[in-house]
C-alpha cells in the first residue's frame, strides 16, 4: 500500500513555472531522502533534483540550478519541485521517489511514483 503519487505537470510555454507535488502515502518517509527524476523519450532517466532528512541537504543537475527548487514538508509527507524559467529541454514525464543512502545515488531510491508529464513548448 506504499505509494508515491506526483502531480502538477501540464504543459507551459519556455520561460514558464510549474510546481510538481509528490504525495506519500501508506507510511511516512521520515528519515529517508527523496528526489525527483526525469525520463525524456529516448533518453535515460536522470536524477534532476535531491534533498535528505530533514530537507537541508540538497543537490541538483547542473542544468537545473538556480531554476529549480526541491523542498519538501515533513509533516505533510510531501516533496515539492518548483521549476522556474522552463525551456523544452525540460520536457520530460517527472517521477519522485524515496530511498535511504546518499540522495545523488540512484540506487538509493527504491520507492517510486508513477511519473507525471511535464510539456514545455516554444
Known amino acids: 500500500q506504499v505509494q508515491l503519487v506526483e502531480s502538477g505537470g501540464g504543459l507551459v510555454q519556455a520561460g514558464g513555472s510549474l510546481r510538481l507535488s509528490c504525495s506519500a502515502s501508506g507510511r511516512t518517509f521520515s528519515g529517508y531522502a527523496m528526489g525527483w527524476f526525469r525520463q525524456a523519450p529516448g533518453k535515460e532517466r536522470e536524477l534532476v533534483a535531491a534533498i535528505g532528512w530533514p530537507g537541508v541537504d540538497t543537490h541538483y543537475k547542473d542544468s537545473v540550478k538556480g531554476r529549480f527548487t526541491i523542498s519538501r514538508e515533513n509533516a505533510k509527507n510531501t516533496m515539492y519541485l518548483q521549476m522556474n524559467r522552463l525551456n523544452p529541454e525540460d520536457t520530460a514525464v517527472y517521477y519522485c521517489?524515496?530511498?535511504?543512502?546518499?540522495?545523488?545515488?540512484?540506487?538509493?531510491?527504491?520507492?517510486w511514483g508513477q511519473g507525471t508529464q511535464v510539456t514545455v513548448s516554444s
Open positions: 521517489a524515496a530511498g535511504k543512502g546518499t540522495i545523488w545515488l540512484r540506487s538509493t531510491y527504491n520507492y
